[in-house]
């Protein structure tokens, strides 16, 4: 079992940059692909950007495509979010996720949550 703790978020101008990082238990956490979700008042979660065991594959939804970044430290069973030039429509609250699968970019295959951290983007 993984449980895992985001941080980082906060209230930022558009055009403004937030890392969101997401903390792991466990020793196993390379056994995982991990995940970010995001979840907007009165909107369906979708997902972020995702990235494999090994931190070879990645994916982006299109519309942060260029602006975000994923990335994942196994030695500090970390995984991170970098976001830049940040939009209005990027409020929303973000989870981190774990797959046990080797990348996944549905939230279906995803079976660790965290809490989320509130992304607030102001104009």
């Known amino acids: 079992q993984v449980q895992l703790v985001e941080s980082g978020g906060g209230l930022v101008q558009a055009g403004g940059s937030l890392r969101l990082s997401c903390a792991a238990s466990?020793?196993?956490?390379?056994?995982?692909?991990m995940g970010w979700f995001r979840q907007a008042p009165g909107k369906e979660r979708e997902s972020v950007a995702a990235?494999?065991?090994?931190?070879?594959?990645?994916y982006y939804r299109d519309s942060v495509k260029g602006r975000f970044t994923i990335s994942r430290d196994n030695a500090k069973n970390t995984v991170y979010l970098q976001m830049m030039n940040l939009r209005p429509e990027d409020t929303a609250v973000y989870y981190c996720?774990?797959?046990?699968?080797?990348?996944?970019?549905?939230?279906?295959?995803?079976?660790?949550w965290g809490q989320g951290t509130q992304v607030t983007v102001s104009s």
């Open positions: 990235i494999s065991r090994n931190g070879g594959n990645t």
């Open positions: 466990g020793r196993t956490f390379s056994s995982y692909g």
């Open positions: 996720a774990a797959t046990p699968t080797w990348f996944a970019s549905v939230s279906a295959s995803y079976a660790y």
